[in-house]
């Protein structure tokens, strides 16, 4: 087995979103919100890779991969999605850049989810 020495990657610059009024579970934008969340983890890979992300500062999709049972086109369409409602964001290496969580989101999703 060949092993593949990989450049650790930059970590995803810092979370700086914090949204003055945060959209609340009772309103229209915190309804949408909270259903492009709900959409964007409505598949268990997904779900998967947002455990592994948060494991770790950050992950290329290459890593992803290897610990995936899925072609890495696969993978890299369940990280456009997840990126897409907000949920993970890159780091700005180019094409070995990393992903991450944004813990800002993570929090708006835990309160929608509360305020049910």
């Known amino acids: 087995m060949k092993a593949r020495l990989a450049p650790r990657p930059a970590c995803c610059p810092p979370d ?3 949204p003055d009024t945060p959209p609340q579970a009772n309103d229209t934008e915190g309804d949408a919100h909270l259903a492009a969340f709900a959409k964007a983890l409505g598949h268990p890979v997904r779900v998967r890779i947002v455990r592994l992300l948060a494991s770790r ?3 290329m999709c290459s890593h992803l991969v290897d610990e995936l049972p899925l072609a890495q ?4 369409e369940h990280l456009r999605i997840l990126r897409a409602a907000g949920l993970i964001r890159t780091s700005s290496a ?3 850049g990393g992903y991450c969580l944004v813990p800002s989101a993570l ?3 835990k309160q929608l ?3 049910l």
């Not at 086109?73 to 890299?76: A, I, L, M, N, R």
């Open 57 to 59: 500062d950050t992950s």
């Open 16 to 18: 700086l979103a914090t």
């Open 107 to 109: 929090r708006q999703l």
């Open 113 to 115: 989810l509360r305020d």
């Open 94 to 96: 180019g094409p070995r």
């Open 73 to 76: 086109s696969t993978v890299s």
